[in-house]
Nanobody
Framework: QVQLVESGGGVLQPGGSLKLSCVSS????????MAWYRQQPGKERELIAQ??????PDYPGSSGRFTISRDNAKKTVYLQNNSLKPEDTAVYYC???????????WGQGTQVTVSA
């Protein structure tokens, strides 16, 4: 069972920056498509961005303020935002999908609160 551990959440200021990290325990990290989701208060969980091991990141429906990246050597995926807004307040989840073995797993989530 692959485990994902997120870090980097907390209380942040509007206009500030966010960098979340998610470390995977996968043996072959490159087999996993990595993604970040978030769940805002009272809303359903939504996909922010996803990135395959090699290839172009995808940002479906994103405002363009998020950047996803991964370091395969560190088995880590990152999510950055350099212009936070109060509406970015949410629980952020790391997600991993292995299409070769049809496996999926979620991280435990990390709370991000954007408030002055």
């Amino acid at each position: 069972q692959v485990q994902l551990v997120e870090s980097g959440g907390g209380v942040l200021q509007p206009g500030g920056s966010l960098k979340l990290s998610c470390v995977s325990s996968a043996t072959i990290f490159e087999h996993w498509v990595m993604a970040w989701y978030r769940q805002q208060p009272g809303k359903e969980r939504e996909l922010i961005a996803q990135v395959p091991a090699s290839g172009t990141p995808d940002y479906p429906g994103s405002s363009g303020r998020f950047t996803i990246s991964r370091d395969n050597a560190k088995k880590t995926v990152y999510l950055q935002n350099n212009s936070l807004k109060p509406e970015d307040t949410a629980v952020y989840y790391c997600f991993a999908n292995n299409p070769f073995h049809r496996q999926q797993t979620w991280g435990q989530g990390t709370q991000v609160t954007v408030s002055a």
